[in-house]
């Protein structure tokens, strides 16, 4: 080895001392909030005001990391092969095969795994000396690593990321479940905040009542009729329609029409319900439901029409309809809450459709492991190939399981009825849906008392339909 090989290894050397500190410095500033950095600022660490402008625009710095990261590794593993060739002068094979052997360990660990390990670790003061060096670096190369940026989104088939792709929401995911691994949030917390970033992929379409499933009142009908079906629905926001489902004039409120009706007695049997509605809010179907949830806040809003591409009612959204996206269901007073097992005389076994498939599989001591699904109504779901409807049944590893009658605002299946292939009562065979449509029992029939719901469906109190209560 001459003396012109050990210079080139000496500077191979420092270029990956530069990829290792590129490393630890993305991994510290990636963990290291703005108002983590304002609370360094106002203790007056040196270096403080640099990391500011760094966390204002991480993207930025953090593409400028990856690029001197990369060159300098690449350039190292230029050099060392430069090396090899001359000591292995006989055979460029073994000199390739050498230097990626090297190469490939020193990366792997001096830059791949010890200075992100001391970047996580000791993250503030490896932020604030990092900010210290990309705070002018990025004056020079910014515009180089934008540039490049530039040229892989147009070679990229579809879409590409103007800021690129190296500091996104997938890396704060993962970060959030290491603090659940580490036991430093608890699983519901890191739940609620996989949900937040849903919400902003979630359309109103997914989140609305069904227009099947509104309980609305005509125009034309009195105080006394409105009242009746508030009371009896337990809703206190009732959709007020003209012509049809497709004519929503406006929203009644059961305090507007409490008030009118304790104020001007006489008129509660000849008063329309229409004189004291309030305007209704319009949306499309297709609206992300993040922007509508910051417009209802913003406007006092607590109910909105959705409408669908063609102008129809497709159904209503609430505010606590969104905020379950957030922290799951909202259960009142009114609603019931069925046990999670209940063991019937037949033999057979109801259970709610949130039970875990382990504790439905320990129950009937069978092997139901299922890696793709968590609860029994997941499951029965997977095997289905469709959202289950009462009646919809599906037959595995010897168990066969029922849907049966629906909750909750959205009318989703409640409980399944599970019992063994091979006992009475079990039906055999294929998965299938029966034809029912889940809503037995509601003739729709307008008579006295039924408060101008005629030829309409009306939703019994056991299944709420999303109208605030």
Request: net charge negative; charged share 25%.
């Amino acid at each position: 080895m001459t003396s012109g090989d050990v210079r080139l290894l000496i500077i191979a050397a420092v270029l990956i001392v530069i990829a290792a500190l590129c490393a630890s410095a993305d991994a510290a500033i990636s963990r290291i909030s703005r108002i983590r950095a304002e609370d360094l600022a106002e203790d007056g660490r040196a270096g403080s005001a640099k990391l500011l402008d760094v966390v204002d625009d991480p993207p930025r710095y953090l593409n400028l990391a990856l690029l001197v990261l990369v060159a300098a590794e690449m350039t190292a593993a230029v050099l060392v092969t430069v090396v090899f060739l001359d000591v292995f002068d006989d055979s460029q094979w073994k000199a390739v095969l050498a230097s990626a052997g090297v190469m490939v360990i020193v990366s792997y660990i001096a830059i791949g795994v010890s200075p992100r390990t001391l970047g996580r670790q000791h993250a503030e003061s490896v932020a604030l000396a990092s900010a210290v060096v990309l705070r002018p670096l990025g004056r020079v190369l910014g515009p180089l690593a934008s540039l490049l940026i530039m040229i892989g989104n147009a070679l990229t088939p579809g879409r590409g990321f103007k800021e690129g792709p190296f500091a996104s929401e997938a890396e704060l995911r993962e970060l959030v479940d290491l603090a659940e691994q580490s036991r430093v949030i608890e699983p519901a917390e890191r739940r609620m905040v996989h949900s937040v970033f849903e919400l902003g992929d979630t359309i109103v379409r997914e989140v609305m009542v069904p227009r099947t499933d509104m309980v609305f009142i005509e125009r034309g009908k009195t105080l006394r009729q409105a009242l009746s079906l508030a009371l009896r629905s337990g809703f206190s926001r009732i959709p007020v329609v003209g012509s049809g489902e497709d004519d929503i004039v406006g929203i009644a409120y059961l305090k507007d029409l409490a008030q009118r009706s304790h104020e001007y007695r006489d008129g509660e049997s000849s008063e329309r319900v229409d004189s004291v509605m309030r305007p209704a809010t319009f949306v499309p179907d297709s609206k992300p439901v993040d922007e509508l949830l910051r417009e209802m806040q913003r406007n006092k809003i607590h109910m909105v029409v959705v409408i669908d591409e063609y102008g129809g009612t497709a159904g209503i959204v609430t505010i606590e309809d969104i905020l379950e996206e957030i922290v799951g269901e909202i259960d009142d007073e009114y609603d019931v809450e069925r046990p999670p097992i209940q063991h019937l005389a037949s033999g057979s076994v109801r259970v709610t459709a949130r039970l875990p498939v382990e504790d439905l599989a320990e129950l009937f001591d069978v092997d139901l492991e299922d890696g793709d699904v968590e609860t029994v109504g997941g499951l029965l779901a997977k095997h289905l190939g469709r959202v289950p409807i009462p009646g919809a049944s599906a037959t595995l590893e010897g168990l066969t399981l029922v849907a049966e009658s629906t909750i909750g605002r959205r009318n989703r299946v409640g409980s399944i009825l599970v019992s063994r292939s091979d006992q009475p009562g079990g039906t055999s065979g294929t998965a299938g849906q029966s034809g029912q449509s889940g809503r037995s029992g509601q003739s729709g029939r307008s008579g006295p008392g039924r408060s101008g719901q005629s030829g309409q469906r009306a939703n019994s109190a056991a299944s709420r339909t999303g109208l605030y209560r």
